[in-house]
């Protein structure tokens, strides 16, 4: 009976820990190579926005153009396993046919030796490739598939 109950017990721990994996946040799980750490996201997307970065001291953005060619212009906001996140986007990447409520793959760069300037808890990150994963279902599809 004891052992029944050790591997119930182990099961369980296991399921757990398997299940705080998957719902993990942006920052889990980042193994570096030279200082960069390259990861792929399906999340979803809510906006866009101004970087934070450009209202930042001087100093603090002198520190990212040593790593970074050029500061990034705008910032997109997003959910990742129910957690909102509002990271810089590359000069480069087109937000022209995302719309807010479409799943989106971001392609994000983590920094090893650079924290965020805000609560520097978490590596700096910049998204450097958006592309659209799937379209947010329109108001019609949504009423027909519910009430047909």
């Known amino acids: 009976m004891k ?72 910032s997109v906001a997003f959910l990742y396993n ?15 046919k995302i719309s807010k409520g479409d799943s989106i793959r971001v392609k994000i760069v983590f920094f090893e030796d650079i924290r965020q300037p805000h609560k520097y808890e978490n590596n700096f990150a910049l998204i450097k490739k958006i592309t659209l994963y799937s379209p947010a279902p329109a108001l019609e599809d949504i009423y027909t598939k519910e009430n047909p």
């Open 3 to 74: 052992r029944l109950l050790i591997y119930i017990m182990t099961f369980f721990c296991f399921t757990s820990i398997y299940a705080q994996c998957e719902k993990g946040s942006l920052y889990d799980n980042l193994f570096f190579t030279n200082g960069i750490c390259e990861k792929d996201f399906i999340v979803e997307f809510l906006s866009f926005g101004k970087n934070p970065l450009i209202n930042v001291q001087n100093e603090i953005k002198n520190e990212f153009k040593g790593k970074i060619k050029r500061l990034p212009n705008s």
């Open 82 to 96: 129910g957690t909102r996140y509002y990271i810089s986007v590359d000069n480069k990447c087109d937000l022209s």
